[in-house]
């Protein structure tokens, strides 16, 4: 089977006049998780036009950023993707390190490595679920929320919230995790890693799956490239790109790990990718977790020496509840104030590159922010992956997209 | 009816309650007898008290097996608010009701008592005092818990009443029915129409509360959830979309239920002894059973496309298109595989298709036609993974989407009645029916034979809907495929092999019940009559063609079987391969021009 065979259908002669539909999608819709319009063009069930309509889930997040202090802005990024929610927390925790030359402790490094690979598990155990919903296989969305319930209840212990946790702060993490939380994940792999053999398997085995995904919404190279994909459909579409990788962040440098590639592009390449990169998640995880077992990578004290800024560390060790917080007159923790300066960092996130982009004019919060996400790109990808294919092709190809509109509209 | 206004025109002497009785009994009255397929009235009343029972599990029963499919009529329907019935409500309501009903049933038993006239009122009078004061203690216990803010748990001594109660009704139907302690070998036909049959039925009355009552009072209150949908539902808006057809959108619910309803009554739920003789029960026992079936569901399809038409939405219309594709595709191996079992029986007719099973089910020699059918059955009425004319996810319902209220739940109803008719022809067909060991010897010959049927019907429905949680949904070009391209040859095929077989008395075709072929003396007609031997003798009855025929039929079947093996072999314990070859990753840049091409077009 080659490219050539792709199934992109002519638009036909048409001697009896028929006219197209155009079929309105969303913004409340089953498979829509959440709210977005697409306006389908289809020829009877056949898509010859897909006009994407977004914007329902838009908050203002980069205003309101500009607005609020340092604290509530990580609180508001973390909010944007919220399936692996520290991802904002580590963009703006390395932003502010950035602006003000903060160096992180080794073993924080690792520990937020070890957060953000288990946020990637977490969303991507989340998409798998909602894969199986929208082919209409109702039992794999029970599969992945059980699977990722200890997941939650592990990132719960770490920081007191399950989705959002503000676990990484500015130099370093808050605090060094409970002994519990290291013995249950350690628990928790093997099991996982038997468990995620055999979901692979239910799809992949399955031929009705592999007949619905396979040379569907194929994504080429080129136009991958060119329109920005990034993350796992990129990878899917034989792109060689992972900032893990090519610009390594936190620990990255010192973990081994391989970078998934798929060959074709389409939605089964997609799907095959994203669970090859729940298992070097879970590699990564168990390597993190035994150089945080080893004594060389210092004390469990993560925040403090190195910092410049007397109120930045006043903020923070107030935070880290090492000293008595200093208070101002209201009873409230004194904001943090950062050097002016404009930072530019970037993150894999489980969707793609996720990259954040500050200009602090030295004031309490942020002068300006702007963030870069893959979901918007991924979007409007859909046109192009959908044309020629059938409505129901529609809904596959938005699953391996994998598009989170909260992300997208912000 | 029109039997019942016969009979009473004919015998004007006669006032209408003998004649319903008449009618009911299959008596005779006044010269006139009432004969036909509805004069055994215990055979009618059974159907249609199992259809009532049946169509109550179908409506509320089911929806507590799927949870998806609770979740989906609740956002169809609003959320589930407190307070419906409430325990209150319940109190202030039924038991009121329950005492009215406990006080005549103590007046009836203690005259009947006394009067010691007939054992089977006495002894039925036992079982309802029993089951009356098995309720009343459950009540009782249950109104202190109710008052004291407690949840009694399934340990409470009170609910070993539950245990008694449940054998009332039990012991209730079998002395109604004739099989109590005391009794002859005969059916009380007054015990049905008579006062006697008041005990029994407060009985089992009392029983089906007692139920309810425990299960509210052990699990809480989520059961009531499947009940009180079924309730709500009925006081839901009935919305019409504006600028629907009216007529056809208000119609197809009514047309889709009705035929999901009539293909039961040639469905044969048992076999019983009745005045000495075997009578099915089955309410009309048509020759061209099968064939009324497969109209029913040809039927159901005109209603959804009424339906998907008259909505005036554009998903409900893509979903009846699609259902009008696969329907009109998946008749034709549907009615190739019911025809190998029409080969097989001689008959059409369903009792004689499960008689013709009395020595091995047609499963057996038929197994690629059941196989054929299980799948068509899947299509037939929408089942995952053929649902993509409702699929959720993509349709939000197909042609469903715009309907709301009572007439959302007539189609809800008929697709699982649909599914019910489904797996109740398979076990007709292909199982055996009501056959297997009748456990409750002459007497409850009625109760072991609908015990099996529904157990094989039951059992064939446990597959559908595993069969929903375990596979993904097909697209509609694949199905099509499948069908014309897989299937259709497939049965064409297998017909063939069964005809062939069944024309040449195979004995492996006709599970060794050898047909004769002799002329009728009197009549000179051809008459065919069957005889059960062993394989031996069959193979000795058989002419010298058909014995050459055999040998050659056998080696051709074990060549097949063998491909059939090996490829199983290989497909289960072969090395497994991607389905697809890998490539060089050689891309070329997107042709702009057919690019062009392709999204210029478009009707405007």
């Known amino acids: 089977m080659t490219l050539s065979s792709i199934r992109r259908v002519e638009k036909r002669y048409d001697p009896l006049l028929t006219e197209t539909i155009v079929v309105s999608v969303g913004p409340q819709h089953p498979s829509l998780v959440s709210p977005v319009q697409l306006h389908i063009q289809a020829d009877g069930e056949l898509i010859e036009r897909v006009t994407v309509e977004q914007g329902f889930m838009h908050r203002g997040i980069e205003m309101l950023c500009s607005q609020r202090d340092w604290a509530g802005c990580a609180a508001l990024l973390s909010r944007t993707e919220w399936l692996a929610g520290m991802n904002g927390h580590f963009l703006l925790s390395s932003a502010i390190e950035e602006l003000s030359g903060l160096e992180v402790p080794q073993r924080a490094q690792f520990l937020r490595s070890l957060v953000l690979e288990l946020g990637r598990l977490s969303s991507h155990l989340y998409w798998f679920g909602d894969l199986g919903l929208e082919v209409g296989a109702v039992t794999p969305v029970f599969w992945a929320m059980r699977e990722r319930e200890p997941l939650l209840e592990l990132l719960d212990m770490l920081s007191g919230h399950r989705w959002h946790g503000a676990y990484i702060v500015p130099g370093g993490v808050s605090h060094e995790p409970p002994a519990a939380f290291y013995q249950r994940l350690r628990a928790w792999l093997p099991l996982m890693r038997r468990r995620i053999n055999s979901y692979e398997e239910y799809f992949s085995d399955n031929a009705i799956w592999v007949n619905r995904s396979e040379l569907i919404g194929v994504l080429e190279t080129d136009y991958a490239i060119k329109n920005g994909a990034s993350g796992p459909v990129a990878r899917a579409s034989a792109v060689d790109c992972d900032l893990r990788r090519d610009a390594p962040y936190a620990a990255y440098g010192e973990l081994s790990f391989k970078v998934p590639l798929g060959e074709y592009g389409d939605a089964l390449d997609r799907f095959r990718v994203r669970f090859m990169e729940m298992r070097e998640s879970m590699n990564m995880v168990e390597q993190c977790l035994d150089a945080l077992a080893g004594a060389e990578l210092g004390s469990a004290r993560l925040v403090g020496a190195s910092l410049d800024s007397p109120s930045l560390a006043a903020g923070i060790q107030g935070k880290a509840g090492q000293d008595p917080p200093l208070q101002n007159q209201a009873g409230q923790d004194p904001p943090i104030q950062i050097p002016a300066g404009e930072a530019f960092v970037s993150v894999e996130g489980p969707r793609g590159e996720l990259a954040l982009s500050v200009v602090s004019d030295g004031g309490h919060g942020p002068a300006r922010v702007h963030l870069r996400g893959p979901s918007m790109y991924h979007l409007h990808l859909l046109d192009e992956l959908c044309r020629g294919y059938l409505l129901a092709d529609l809904f596959v190809i938005y699953a391996s997209l994998d598009i989170m509109v909260g992300e997208a509209d912000r | ?604």
Request: proline letters at 4%.
């Open chain 2, 1 to 604: 009816m029109l039997l019942l206004l016969q009979t009473y025109q004919m015998n004007d002497s006669v006032n209408i309650w003998q004649a319903v009785r008449a009618w009911i009994n299959g008596l005779e009255l006044g010269g006139y007898r009432v004969s036909g397929p509805w004069s055994n009235g215990l055979m009618l009343v059974t159907a249609l008290l199992f259809i009532f029972l049946l169509e109550l599990l179908l409506t509320l029963g089911i929806q507590v097996w799927e949870r998806r499919t609770l979740a989906r009529m609740q956002s169809r329907w609003g959320p589930q608010l407190h307070g419906n019935i409430t325990p209150q409500t319940f109190r202030r309501v039924l038991t009121p009701i329950l005492i009215l009903l406990a006080i005549p049933a103590v007046l009836y038993g203690i005259e009947y008592w006394s009067s010691q006239e007939l054992d089977q009122t006495r002894t039925s009078f036992l079982f309802a005092a029993i089951g009356v004061l098995g309720l009343a203690a459950m009540i009782v216990r249950g109104l202190a818990l109710n008052k004291a803010g407690k949840q009694a748990s399934k340990d409470d001594p009170v609910f070993i009443g539950f245990g008694v109660v449940l054998v009332t009704m039990i012991g209730a139907y079998l002395v109604m029915f004739g099989a109590g302690p005391d009794k002859q070998l005969n059916i009380n036909l007054d015990a049905l129409t008579g006062i006697n049959s008041f005990v029994p039925l407060l009985a089992s009355l009392c029983s089906i509360l007692a139920f309810l009552i425990y299960i509210v009072y052990t699990l809480g209150w989520a059961w009531r959830q499947g009940l009180i949908d079924a309730v709500k539902i009925f006081f839901k808006e009935d919305v019409v979309p504006l600028n629907a057809d009216r007529f056809l959108f208000l119609f197809a619910p009514v047309m889709v239920y009705l035929p999901a309803l009539l293909s039961w009554i040639v469905l044969p739920f048992g076999v019983m002894v009745v005045a000495g003789h075997y009578t099915y029960m089955v309410v009309q026992d048509l020759n061209v059973g099968i064939l009324l079936i497969i109209a029913d569901f040809a039927l159901f399809l005109v209603a959804v496309i009424m339906s998907g038409y008259g909505s005036n939405n554009k998903y409900a219309l893509i979903g009846a298109m699609r259902e009008a594709a696969m329907l009109l595709t998946y008749e034709i191996p549907m009615l190739m595989a019911l025809l190998c079992v029409a080969l097989f029986a001689g008959s059409l007719n369903l009792t004689t298709i499960v008689e013709a099973q009395s020595t091995t089910w047609a499963v057996l020699p038929l197994l690629p036609a059941f196989i054929i059918y299980l799948v068509v059955a899947l299509a037939e009425c929408n089942r995952p993974p053929f649902d993509l004319a409702e699929a959720s996810n993509e349709l939000m319902g197909g042609y469903l989407v715009e309907y709301s209220g009572i007439r959302f739940a007539l189609f809800y109803v008929a697709e699982y009645a649909n599914v019910f008719t489904v797996s109740a022809l398979m076990a007709v067909c292909f199982f055996g029916g009501w056959k297997g060991p009748m456990f409750l010897g002459l007497d409850g010959l009625w109760l072991s034979s609908i015990f099996w049927m529904l157990l094989k019907t039951y059992a064939i429905m446990f597959f559908f809907i595993w069969a929903r949680a375990t596979m993904p949904r097909i697209r509609i070009d694949q199905i099509m495929f499948f069908s014309w391209k897989f299937l259709l040859p497939i049965s064409v095929l297998v017909l063939c092999v069964t005809s062939l077989g069944v024309a040449y008395r195979h004995p492996w075709f006709m599970a060794n019940r050898i047909p004769y072929m002799t002329i009728d003396p009197i009549t000179h007609q051809p008459l065919t009559s069957y005889q059960t031997l062993t394989t031996l003798e069959a193979l000795k009855s058989l002419t010298l063609n058909e014995k050459v025929f055999f040998w050659c039929y056998n080696f051709g079947l074990a060549a097949i079987a063998i491909f059939i093996l090996a490829l199983a072999w290989r497909i289960l314990f072969g090395k497994k391969t991607l389905p697809r070859e890998r490539r060089a990753v050689t891309w070329q840049p997107q042709q702009e021009a057919e690019l062009k091409l392709n999204s210029g077009g478009g009707g405007q």
